[in-house]
């Protein structure tokens, strides 16, 4: 009898294998590599601003309130779609958002934040790309939760959208204790 | 066929060849020919993240470029490959490297298929001399039986 469940048993464990790697797959974006460096410090950066070459900011300026940083670019038409949602639901959370203009001249960059609004308190520039390899950036938009010891907390990768704004970057907001 | 569907496939066909022959095309100045081999050699095993079923040496992408122009500086800097690897990883996660490094949290991905054969070579054992047996009883019984 037991002889006679057996592979029974085996088809039906493995039937169970694949709804649950089904089941994974639909709710896990297969893009989304977790980053190794969340509960890490920002990587040490020394980057001009977008508007003025001449002055260069870097990790440790930022330090004393958390921020988030965006990584976008010109180029990148997902970071289109996302700028809205930076001006209506990420200013309103009054946490600092630093923009960090990633594989981009310069003047694309400034003319795209002329053309569709500047929601950033500062925006970097990264024309070559070196520090987007050092944040492990892989594709914009990208965004940082960083908090006052410049600590990464939480990172999104692709679009912010209202749904993940509420179940993933509120969460790890109001774990700094900071604002809302 | 008709004369428009070999033209597409004729295409495709170039376009296949055309990519196949397309890798490291970035004009890099290397010392000498065992560093390009090596080059060649580290960026295949190395994962490009914007299109993650391409590697390193294959892929056109612009992160690919910029990642094998950082692979390419610290080659020059005299830097082992595996320092690369290193430096990739803990910005890019063990996801960036093709094989996965043996560690507690890959056990189950190596070790997995040889612990299944294992089960199935210990099942096919117990179930070869459970029936063994039965065979030698049934012999057994049918020897003493008086025809």
């Not at chain 2, 803990?90 to 189950?108: H, I, S």
């Not at chain 2, 612990?115 to 099942?123: E, H, P, Q, S």
Request: proline share 7%.
């Amino acid at each position: 009898m037991i002889g006679r469940l057996l592979p029974l048993a085996v088809f039906a464990a493995l039937v169970g294998l694949l709804l649950f790697g089904i089941q994974w797959n639909l709710h896990h974006e297969m893009t989304d590599v977790p980053s190794p460096l969340i509960d890490k410090p920002v990587p040490d950066f020394s980057l001009p601003l977008l508007n003025d070459p001449t002055k260069l900011v870097t990790r440790k300026d930022l330090l004393g309130k958390p921020y988030l940083l965006n990584v976008f670019g010109s180029w990148c038409p997902t970071c289109q779609e996302e700028h809205p949602i930076l001006s209506s639901q990420i200013k309103p959370l009054g946490l600092r958002l630093i923009g960090l203009d990633w594989r981009d001249p310069p003047e694309a960059g400034q003319q795209w934040l002329r053309q569709f609004g500047n929601p950033y308190e500062t925006v970097l520039n990264d024309a070559s790309g070196s520090a987007g390899v050092d944040f492990g950036v892989y594709g914009a938009p990208e965004t940082f939760l960083v908090d006052a010891k410049g600590i990464i907390r939480y990172k999104r990768t692709g679009m912010l959208t209202h749904e993940n704004i509420q179940t993933e970057l509120l969460p790890a907001i109001r774990k700094l204790g900071a604002a809302p | 066929m008709t004369r428009a569907r070999l033209l597409a496939f004729c295409a495709a066909l170039f376009c296949a060849l055309a990519a196949s022959h397309a890798f490291a095309i970035d004009p890099l100045e290397f010392k000498d020919r065992a560093q390009e081999v090596r080059f060649q050699n580290l960026t295949k095993q190395l994962r490009c993240l914007v299109c993650q079923n391409q590697d390193l040496a294959d892929s056109d992408a612009d992160l690919a470029r910029d990642l094998r122009r950082q692979v390419f500086d610290m080659m020059q800097a005299g830097e082992t490959d595996a320092e690369i690897k290193q430096y990739l990883v803990a910005r890019y996660n063990d996801f960036v490297l093709y094989d996965p490094p043996l560690k507690p949290g890959t056990w189950l991905l190596w070790f997995a298929p040889f612990a299944l054969l294992g089960a199935g070579a210990l099942a096919l054992g117990v179930i070869l001399r459970r029936r063994t047996r039965t065979a030698a009883v049934v012999a057994e019984t049918d020897s003493g039986e008086d025809w």
